[in-house]
């Protein structure tokens, strides 16, 4: 991440050299200038617009995970736009536009609920919230629809411990008809 963030840095102040030599200091200085001033009227203007969005979300009771995303991006770009370069102005700007921002906030937006569902089947699991996914480590036995048949004792089959009874799709469980039960 460091070596990232000097990349960055490095390229950064390559672009305003660049750019200075080009066309002096007083043009970039007012190009510099300029991008802040835009960026800072599409930051209020999108930020009303997102905190609208939010208190809608709460109103109609439904968990705001795309509204919180905006925010969190437009707390970036806000950054973005306040770093002096160009690189940065243009990222912020980027971040400052309404279909962009739909999608990485849709991608963040995404990632909550999934960490937020898995910190409930922590908490339900007796695990720290924040353990990351649940894994259920064991076998799938068949029973044919029938709930209580024997289980087999080879073949790799647990002979005890925990077992959840639900849905488990793509390693998660998602759906259980009780917690664990030990058999």
Partial sequence: MFALLLVAVGVE?????????NLGFLPTLGLLILGGVAGSFLLRREGARSMAAFN?????????HEEVADGVLLVAAGLLIVLP?????VAGLLLLLP??????GA?????????????????????PPGAGNVVVDGVIIDLGGQRGAPRPRSGG??????AIEGVVLDSRVVDGDSGPTTR
């Fill in 99 to 104: 279909p962009v921002r739909r999608a990485v």
């Fill in 56 to 64: 809608e979300a709460l109103r109609n009771r439904r968990e705001p």
């Fill in 85 to 89: 370069g160009f690189i940065s102005d």
């Fill in 157 to 162: 089959a647990p002979l005890g411990g925990n």
């Fill in 13 to 21: 102040i390559a672009t305003l050299v660049a750019v200075t030599v």
């Fill in 107 to 127: 991608r963040i937006a995404r990632r909550s609920r999934e960490r937020a569902a898995n910190a409930v089947l922590n908490q339900r699991f007796g695990r």
